[in-house]
């Protein structure tokens, strides 16, 4: 689990940075037009989010929980 989340901290932090430099280029090339410019920001400003989310979520996935050694869930019976 640690390796997957720092992974996918590294992928996410080099990814937003490519992704951002390659959103700055696109944008020199734009036109001059206030409204282009205001929906090519807004789309790229939020198309991150989508794989961000889903590399996350990945990150996220927990493998299935071994408590230590001695120890005992609450609720697994035990006496009572």
Known sequence: MRLRILV???VMLVGLAVYGALAMVVATHLPQSAILEFGFYAVAGTAWVAP???LTRWM?????YRP?????????????
């Open 8 to 10: 996918g901290t590294v």
């Open 52 to 54: 961000a989310a889903l």
């Open 60 to 64: 996220a996935r927990a493998a299935p």
């Open 68 to 80: 230590p050694p001695g120890t005992e869930l609450p609720g697994s019976g035990g006496s009572g």
